[in-house]
Nanobody, 125 residues
């Protein structure tokens, strides 16, 4: 059984930074694409970023240049460094694992099978 546990969320002022972590248990971590998604109040879930097995990355236009996704396969952890945060970044952030090995980078949540419970990020003064 795969479990994904996010951490690192919190309250931050506009312009501030946070680093989210997602720790994975179970098998087949290093060969899977890992993604971050978010869901703000009253909004649909949206893609944020993804990193594949060889650390290629993909970002949504709304976070490109401000967020950085990375992974540490030895620690079975994926990270999301978030800089220059804006109030519109307020959301619950979830990490997710791709359904197949060596998947291409995809923003569609249907391509992911396991999801974490999420961590709240609130950007407010």
């Amino acid at each position: 059984q795969v479990q994904l546990v996010e951490s690192g969320g919190g309250l931050v002022q506009p312009g501030g930074s946070l680093r989210l972590s997602c720790a994975a248990s179970g098998r087949t971590f290093s060969s899977r694409t890992m993604g971050w998604f978010r869901q703000g109040p009253g909004k649909e879930r949206e893609f944020v970023a993804a990193v594949n097995w060889r650390s290629d990355t993909l970002y949504s236009d709304s976070v490109k240049g401000r967020f950085t996704i990375s992974r540490d396969n030895a620690k079975r952890t994926v990270y999301l460094q978030m800089n220059s945060l804006k109030p519109e970044d307020t959301a619950v952030y979830h990490c997710a694992r791709s359904r197949v090995d060596y998947a291409t980078l995809r923003p569609d949540p249907r391509d992911y099978d396991y999801w974490g419970q999420g961590t709240q990020v609130t950007v407010s003064s």
